[in-house]
């Protein structure tokens, strides 16, 4: 059974941290690329952050730049999202996404809210 759990969230207050961890299961690691989203009820899905399986290639979206850091262990099957200088619109559930070819699998999320 494929599994993907997200953990790390919480609550932080405006301008901290958190680092987000994503740990696969029952898959070969190694041969996904991992995906970070978030979702609110105003804006839906969106994906956020993407790290390759091949050659550590990374993408963020615009909101993500300069303040995330997407990075995998593979010896560890983890993905991680560091975020750092949050901000209240950061406020969402992640999630993580493994994808090869026209497979993808899906965590539960994690809730991150940022308030004072």
């Known amino acids: 059974e494929v599994q993907l759990v997200e953990s790390g969230g919480g609550l932080v207050q405006p301008g901290g941290s958190l680092r987000l961890s994503c740990v696969v299961s029952?898959?070969?690691?190694?041969?996904?690329?991992i995906g970070w989203f978030r979702q609110t009820p105003e804006k839906g899905r969106a994906g956020i952050a993407f790290i390759d399986n091949r050659d550590g290639y990374t993408y963020y979206a615009d909101s993500a730049k300069g303040r995330f850091t997407i990075s995998r262990d593979n010896a560890k099957n983890t993905v991680y999202l560091q975020m750092n200088n949050l901000k209240p619109e950061d406020t969402a559930v992640y999630y993580c996404n493994a994808v090869r070819g026209p497979a993808s699998y899906w965590g539960p999320g994690t809730q991150v809210t940022v308030s004072s």
């Open positions: 029952g898959v070969t690691f190694d041969d996904y690329a």
